[in-house]
């Protein structure tokens, strides 16, 4: 069974930091670009930032451009994701999603595998 878990969320203050993880299961990682979505109450889905295979290819929303850092450990399975200088508008569902892709450098895809989603609040 292909399976994604995320962990790592959690309250938070403004400004504050937190890092995500997502793992993967029944499947290698290393062959899937990988994507971080995030989701709100009451707002579409944003796709927040996807990684290449090797890693040399990062794409990062404008919203968390210079604040979000993304790194993967295709050794481990596993994909974090560390977000600092949060804000009040970071608050959702943070989920990580796998695309199968042939080319390493390609990031993003069509989404395959999705994990279940990990709370991120951001209040005072």
């Known amino acids: 069974q292909l399976q994604l878990v995320e962990s790592g969320g959690g309250l938070v203050q403004p400004g504050g930091s937190l890092t995500l993880s997502c793992a993967a299961s029944g499947f290698t990682l290393e062959s899937y670009s990988v994507g971080w979505f995030r989701q709100a109450p009451g707002n579409e889905r944003e796709e927040v930032l996807c990684?290449?295979?090797?890693?040399?290819?990062?794409n990062y929303a404008d919203s968390v451009k210079g604040r979000f850092t993304v790194s993967r450990d295709n050794a481990k399975n596993t994909v974090s994701l560390q977000m600092n200088s949060l804000k009040f508008e970071d608050t959702a569902v943070y989920y990580c999603?796998?695309?199968?892709?042939?080319?390493?450098?390609?990031?993003?895809?069509?989404?395959?595998?999705w994990g279940q989603g990990t709370q991120v609040t951001v209040s005072s």
């Open positions: 990684i290449s295979r090797n890693a040399r290819s990062i």
């Open positions: 999603a796998a695309a199968f892709t042939y080319y390493s450098g390609t990031c993003g895809g069509h989404y395959v595998v």
